[in-house]
């Protein structure tokens, strides 16, 4: 029932079609979408892709995601509605798989640099900045008052500690690239996707270990490894946001 996509934003083309097989009642409410997996060959596009959109629907109130269950349709065909003023939002957000790309190609270069030009002011900084975040993450325990808001507290600290680093980096060029890519990361879609790799457990944990190693590297002056750990982390990001799959089977 699904066809290939192809164009610039797929996630998008997926969204809808979802939307339009809804409206015409061959998925129901109630109905489970196939696995990530399945989708991605039923569409011919990228997990980070299917991630995307399953994402875009879940903003738009047309799927759930049930944990260790699957995605499953959450309205029918008389209910369901394709929220202007959210599809236009997602329009203009930027896919956050390009996101991640750019941070990806960004980031590492930037720590390393950070590493061997930031003055001790600035060093003072970011270890003041990277205890506001760990201070925020350490409350984002699940259960907890305000969860939610926590959560999305944290992410934005850790938007900040990243922006530091760019600009502790002293290539203006390179920082302000970078500070428009790290201004898309307080858009909806992005910040949606990002709170799943939050909530999962351990995540808070590991980011914490991550985010401390490639401080203390900065800290050291040591561009090698501020480089290598700043990759490990993104590369986490992937790992987390756009590749891991729970099958129920």
Known sequence: MFEQVHSKKNYLQIVEQVRNLVVTGKLKKGDRLPPERELSMHFGTSRASIREALSALEILGIIES???????????????????????????????????????????????????????????????????????????????????????????????????????SHNSVLYMVFAGVNLMMTEAHWKALKSKGVIKPGNVEKYEEEHNAIVQAILQGNEKKAQEEMIRHISDLDADLFQTEEDTK
């Open 66 to 168: 049930k944990s260790g269950q699957g995605n499953f349709i959450k309205v029918d065909a008389s209910e369901v509605t394709l929220n202007g003023g959210l599809f236009k939002e997602l329009l203009a957000n930027h896919s956050p798989y390009e996101i991640f790309e750019a941070r990806l190609g960004l980031e590492p270069c930037l720590s390393s640099m950070a590493a061997s030009r930031a003055c001790q002011e600035e060093k003072n900084a970011l270890m003041e900045q990277l205890e506001r975040l760990n201070a925020a993450g350490r409350l984002c325990v699940p259960g907890a008052e305000d969860y939610e808001e926590k959560v999305h507290t944290y992410m934005e600290e850790d938007r900040k500690l990243h922006l530091l680093i760019g600009k502790i």
